[in-house]
């Protein structure tokens, strides 16, 4: 069979010669192995099945709420040993196998008269319909719903919880799409690469997948046809999956990119271009773990601490002294570092049943981030409490920045709220109009930090989380470069710092491009780090700047990404 770069599919009996499938790629990197899938498919009962009599529904109940927590806990478990977004995946997702709306439904069924597993499969099946239909956001809780359903239903019937195997051989996990909870909990020695037929750039997985250091493509077609066993090579640069590569050539490739990341595996910091121009690269982390993770990984700092994590998992609000704890473990790392602290981003994704309506009709523009002010503005004054705390306690003089700012008029406000506390306030560029007016915002700001993840998705009116627009959400979309190029040109204009705390931080090729369009610091998770100042280290400003001019004139984010290439290939 010839060389296919259609990604159009193969015929899984004819793999004489090497077929090249073609995604979008998600994290650099390549790896050769044999394909591995998830494993553990669960039998879903008929929904029409077994009927409980009367005197033992009250059992059954007790039997599904039993499997529910012990599901819950098992994911918990997994999330404090995870750090980072692998972590607040996991706690999400245990979450919801813990959620009231869901035990109602099901214990409703049961009182009807189905056993357990058909009421699970009913129950889930009625909350798929309903996020499904409300689109957006919310339609991307249906793969958590589904994983959450199929954990529960194989631990009422005693079967093998469903996940990813742990193969004896480094292997390449493909699949169509992955439960966030499975990717979160990937064994790196055991799965070296990962490809998907859904997905996008800024999906849970790849977020995952970055943290982990897994060279990652999504999106890929005709990844379906390839069969258990077979041999691929990831290539997380490019953004191919190659079906049967010839062993000597992917030799090659493989040892070309060791050999690359091993000398970008040297960089030390502080993070510079090779004449000297100085660039922050910092750290996205949720915890003190985290902030020490990124500090033995040599990030200058935290250019994202997300504080979620003090708040998943509980029915009311964390005290002021319990936060204090969690933000000075973070800033403790960083005793002369830069720490920037995002205030609470709960709604959309990251629904908290104190600080987010339960019934918006959508979510991801609904009362989110700094808008949870607009319902309880002590929520946002004692978090600012419990960071000024934090501070005096270390002697540090953190960052703080508001997500989901919208207006001047926000970003005024939370400014003069974060310096009557003696710190300096930002605010995430996330939705457009922060960053076409931006001088205006800067006029009342310290600082700018562009979230790639969510202006993407604004920008484009594209879920970032959908598998069918990941096409829209690629970080090298014209919209979005120019976005941030008119960021970035403000802040330089005002003497002022701007930087990328969104996923598109972490690709060390447009690291390079958001350098040359003048961005200051760059922030992303901590395994990214040596190879984003690696990269830095190795070309010169003017080679950024013609790299940055080169990706702003391009139609496409394909052709953006060749024509940088050839810049730096120059």
């Known amino acids: 069979m010839s060389s296919s770069s259609t990604g159009t599919g193969i015929d899984p009996a004819d793999l004489t010669a090497p077929a090249v499938l073609t995604g979008t790629p998600v994290v650099p990197g390549v790896a050769v192995g044999p394909v591995v899938r998830p494993v553990g498919e669960v039998q879903l009962p008929e929904t029409a099945g077994p009927w409980v009599a009367e005197d033992q529904r009250a059992a059954e109940k007790e039997r599904f709420t039993a499997a529910a927590e012990a599901v819950a806990e ?19 997702t245990a979450q919801l196998a813990r959620d009231r709306g869901l035990l109602s439904a099901v214990e409703q069924r049961i009182g009807d008269g189905a056993t357990a597993p058909v009421a699970t499969v009913g129950a889930a099946e009625q909350f798929i319909e309903l996020f499904t239909g409300l689109g957006g956001i919310m339609a991307e809780r249906v793969t958590d719903i589904r994983d959450v359903r199929n954990r529960i239903v194989a631990e009422l019937t005693g079967h093998r919880e469903p996940g990813v195997p742990a193969p ?9 799409d992955l439960a966030p909870a499975d990717t979160a909990g990937l064994d790196t020695s055991r799965i070296i690469a990962l490809a998907t037929r859904l997905g996008g750039a800024t999906s849970h997985t790849a977020i995952i997948a970055r943290q982990l250091g897994l060279p990652c493509v999504v999106a890929v077609g005709g990844l379906g046809d390839v069969p258990v066993g077979a041999t691929v090579l990831v290539d997380g640069d490019h953004g191919t999956v190659t079906v049967e590569p010839d062993a000597a050539e992917a030799k090659a490739r493989v040892a070309e990119a060791e ?13 510079a271009t090779r004449d000297g121009h100085q660039v922050q690269v910092l750290a996205n982390v949720q915890d003190g773990a985290g902030a020490r993770a990124a500090r033995d990984a040599h990030a200058e700092g935290v250019g994202l601490l997300r504080t979620e994590l003090a708040f998943f998992g509980r029915t009311e609000e964390p005290a002021v002294a319990e936060q204090a704890d969690i933000y000075a473990g973070v800033l403790e790392a960083f005793p002369a570092g830069k720490v920037v602290i995002r205030t609470l981003d709960a709604g959309s994704d990251k629904p908290l049943p104190f600080a987010t309506p339960p019934d ?13 002010a607009r319902r309880d503005p002590g929520l946002l004054t004692r978090q600012l409490d419990a960071i000024a705390q934090a501070a005096e306690r ?10 989901m700012v919208a207006t001047v008029a926000e970003a005024a406000d939370f400014a003069a709220q974060v310096r009557e506390r003696g710190m300096s306030p930002g605010v995430m560029v996330e939705v457009p109009s922060v960053a076409v007016l931006a001088d205006r915002f800067l006029e009342h700001l310290d600082f700018l930090s562009i979230g790639t993840n969510d202006l993407s998705q604004y920008t484009l009116a594209a879920d970032r989380l959908s598998a069918d627009l ?28 701007v930087g990328v705390c969104g996923e598109a ?7 390079v491009v958001l350098v040359g369009m003048g961005i200051s610091s760059l922030s992303c998770a901590a395994s990214s780090v ?19 001019e080169a990706a702003l004139a391009a139609a496409d984010p394909q052709a953006a990404r060749a024509a940088v290439r050839e810049v730096l290939s120059a």
């Open 394 to 403: 270390t002697g540090t003089s953190p960052w703080v920045m508001a997500p």
């Open 259 to 271: 050999q690359v990341a091993a000398a970008l595996a040297g960089y030390r910091g502080p993070g």
């Open 360 to 372: 918006e009709a959508n979510p991801a523009l609904g009362v989110r981030g700094v808008r949870t």
């Open 505 to 511: 931080a972490a690709d060390p090729m447009l690291a």
């Open 74 to 92: 098992r994911l918990a478990a997994r999330a404090a040993a995870a750090t980072g977004v692998s972590a607040e995946v996991l706690n999400t």
């Open 470 to 497: 990941a096409d829209l959400t690629d970080p090298w979309q014209p919209a979005l470069l120019a976005l941030v190029h008119a960021a970035a040109a403000a802040g330089q204009r005002l003497g002022k710092p």
């Open 530 to 548: 040596a190879g984003v100042g690696g990269r830095l280290a190795t070309v010169d400003l003017a080679t950024c700047q013609r790299a940055a």
């Open 168 to 176: 004896e051989t480094p292997s390449v996990l493909l699949a169509d």
